[in-house]
């Protein structure tokens, strides 16, 4: 082990991975640290290829932290990231079409969830996924602690601008994909520096109690939702799409239900730039509910959670013109009606309104509970039309809501 710099040390090896897990660890067990030390401890891991999808790992140890995280065992699978950040860098070969390779994605969001879980915050990015020249590549990373060391590595192209799109991803659909999609097309940033997308899973909802598919198997859904989603937007040889290569996705974790209160977190884990803007892409059924002063106890109540949330952030919101919501007419006039005078009845303000953007939607009713209809009746040629080509095969392959009620 060669140190490169006061608290940085590169481990490499050329082995496959569980004998390089064990090394590692064990490396890890023997390293006495200096409590005194105020950087974080980066090791490195080097993996031969062989492997699927593996090609480089790195642990950070926050000082003072590390008995816990090297206790136990020299196993991958039990090893404790509570305090630890764990990136894991896969490629594009990792096939969904491979049972193997599912499972260790299930596998690796299963840890990753329940590190979150136990951590006690708010929020944490699980994964990067990233365009590149030669496709795309990204990280697993585990529960991020708020060590703003850490969050400097994470800031590297620092977005001006943040999508998040916020869904339960039960499962991601074509919609959601469309939602991302325009949104990231509008921009006319250079996305690598300008631009960033998160998808936003909370593991708690306003309205909805869990239900399946269980959250490690959405956050797979997430990863490969992204995957398409670059296919998509890089794919196209049209030159609105250009500037999708570079393109970061970023997947999250957080407690919040509540729009303001996501916001904040987000705004407060320090991993994004304290001038970024967020966009929340949300469908218009949501943005009713954001203006519902139901969700937010006493009178006042809306006033004050909204008013620090819309000042950071704004809505793109979606119309959703199939049955159930009204059609585009009756959806611009409910946000004019807003505006004059509607929020101010509710506690809210007119202004609010400005920072509200309506986008056109499909014509075709798309959702999740649609694509869990289709999953359990086992028809194919409806779930083409939802879902994205990767997550029609995990839905299908790993049987997802075929027993669901
Ligand atoms: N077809 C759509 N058009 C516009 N917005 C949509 C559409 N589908 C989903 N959304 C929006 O995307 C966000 C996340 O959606 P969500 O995960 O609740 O999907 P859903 O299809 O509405 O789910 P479910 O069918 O389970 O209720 C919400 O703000 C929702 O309004
Ligand atoms: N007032 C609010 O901030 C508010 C109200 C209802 C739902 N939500 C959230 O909107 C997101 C989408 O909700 P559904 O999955 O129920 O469509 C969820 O994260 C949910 O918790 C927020």
Same mark, same amino acid.
């Given at each position: 082990m060669a140190e490169t710099a006061r608290n940085t040390y590169q481990l490499q090896i050329t082995t496959n991975s569980p004998l390089a897990y064990s090394l590692f660890l064990l490396c890890l067990r023997c390293k006495r640290f200096d409590e005194s030390e105020r950087e974080l401890l980066r090791y490195r891991i080097a993996v031969a290829s062989g492997t699927v999808g593996v090609r480089a790992d790195t642990v950070i140890v926050p000082p003072c932290s590390t008995t816990s995280i090297v206790s136990s065992t020299s196993q991958f699978q039990q090893h404790d990231f509570r305090n630890s950040h764990f990136t894991r860098t896969w490629d594009?070969?990792?096939?969904? &079409?491979s049972e193997a390779a599912r499972q260790e994605l299930i596998n690796i969001c299963a840890q990753q969830l329940s590190s979150f879980q136990r951590s006690g915050d708010a929020f944490c990015i699980f994964s990067k996924v990233t365009a590149g020249t030669g496709g795309v590549y990204g990280e697993y990373i585990s529960h991020i602690p708020p060590a703003p060391s850490i969050a400097t590595d994470l800031q590297q192209q620092s977005p001006r601008t943040l999508f998040v799109l916020d869904s339960s991803f039960n499962p991601p659909t074509l919609a959601h994909m469309r939602m991302a999609a325009s949104a990231i097309r509008s921009t006319k940033a250079k996305l690598a520096d300008d631009a960033r997308l998160l998808l936003l899973l909370a593991v708690n909802n306003a309205d909805k109690a869990p239900k399946p598919a269980a959250f490690p198997l959405r956050m797979a859904m997430m990863q490969l939702f992204a995957q398409d989603l670059i296919t998509t937007l890089t794919s196209s040889s049209s030159t609105e799409d250009v500037h999708a290569e570079g393109l970061t996705i970023d997947l999250g974790l957080t407690t919040g239900p509540y729009f303001h209160e996501k916001s904040r977190v987000i705004a407060e884990s320090g991993l994004y730039p304290s001038q970024t803007e967020q966009v929340f892409l949300a469908g218009y059924d949501t943005l009713i509910r954001i203006f &519902?002063?139901?969700?937010?106890?006493?009178?006042g109540g809306m006033r004050e959670a909204l008013e620090p949330f819309l000042g950071r952030s704004r809505l793109r919101i979606t119309m959703r013109t199939d049955d159930a919501w009204g059609g585009r007419e009756d959806q611009l006039a409910y946000v004019e009606g807003l505006r004059d005078g509607g929020l101010e009845d509710v506690g809210g303000l007119a202004a609010w309104c400005d920072r509200v953007d309506l986008v056109d939607g499909d014509e075709e009713a798309v959702s999740s509970t649609k694509v869990r209809e289709a999953a359990k009746s086992g028809d194919g040629a409806a779930l083409e039309k939802l879902v994205s080509p990767r997550v029609k095969v995990f839905v299908i392959s790993e049987r997802l809501y075929a027993e669901e009620k």
């Open positions: 594009a070969k990792m096939s969904v &079409n &519902n002063p139901k969700y937010y106890g006493a009178a």
